[in-house]
């Protein structure tokens, strides 16, 4: 079966440039979304098509997909996107396949 | 403003059954695929199952085909997911989701609030 593997957890400094990995065999022929959800919350999509920002979420966050890894990249990270993070892939073949998850720290 | 609002959750021994209903304003319902979405106790996001607008096309993950059930009724704005055969590892939060475009099945960018689900003796 597909997996899609991502680190358990990456801090970031205020102000500083974060970034998650996502894993997966031949990712980069996929479209990849990424997922926001705080503690409680529901999931919040902040790139979808590996790399397009659905409105409203800030231009801090962006996204690339090449070969095997999906990358989610915070900019100038705040104290309120700390976070778990998803990545999501998809095709006719795997369907929908998320990742293992990431904790953003913001310390 | 799209919504999704989930309920039907609960309490349900092994071997029980749920169904769960999520009703759906603010857009256009039967334009739009759906999904159920779902999460296990701290554990991460696990894609369940998903509809075409019409209805007349699903999908399961492997761990739930054959229990489950997916339907919807576009005349009420409604989407549904029949569990039969629970499990306890089928304990958890069942999101439902829609995709950002019509007539597309991927970036699901509303989602419910959520109704919990916990099978247990």
């Known amino acids: 079966s597909f997996e899609l593997t991502q680190p358990p957890s990456v801090s970031v400094s205020p102000g500083q440039t974060g970034s998650i990995t996502c894993s997966g065999d031949?990712?980069?022929?996929?479209?990849v979304c990424w997922f926001q959800q705080k503690p409680g919350q529901s999931p919040v999509l902040v790139i979808y098509?590996?790399?397009k920002r659905p409105s409203g979420i800030p231009e801090r966050f962006s996204g690339s997909n090449s070969g095997n890894t999906a990358t989610l990249t915070i900019s100038g990270t705040q104290a309120v996107d700390e976070a778990d993070y998803y990545c999501?892939?998809?095709?006719?073949?795997?369907?929908?396949?998320f990742g293992t998850g990431t904790r953003v720290t913001v310390l | 403003e799209a919504q999704l609002v989930e309920s039907g959750g609960g309490l349900v021994q092994p071997g029980g059954s749920l169904r769960l209903s999520c009703a759906a304003s603010?857009?256009?319902?039967?334009?739009?695929?759906m999904h159920w979405v779902r999460q296990a106790p701290g554990k991460g996001l696990a894609w369940v199952s998903r509809?075409?607008?019409?209805?007349?096309?699903?999908s399961y993950a492997d761990s739930v085909k054959g229990r489950f059930t997916i339907s919807r009724d576009n005349a009420k704005n409604m989407l549904y997911l029949q569990m039969n055969s629970l499990r306890v590892e089928d304990t958890g939060v069942y999101y439902c989701?829609?995709?950002?475009?019509?007539?597309?099945?991927?970036?699901?960018?509303?989602w419910g609030q959520g109704t919990t689900v916990t099978v247990s003796s």
């Open positions: 989701a829609r995709p950002a475009v019509p007539g597309t099945s991927n970036a699901m960018d509303v």
């Open positions: 603010g857009f256009t319902f039967s334009t739009y695929w």
């Open positions: 509809i075409n607008s019409e209805g007349s096309s699903t």
């Open positions: 031949k990712l980069g022929d996929k479209y």
């Open positions: 098509q590996d790399s």
């Open positions: 999501q892939a998809w095709d006719s073949r795997i369907g929908y396949v």
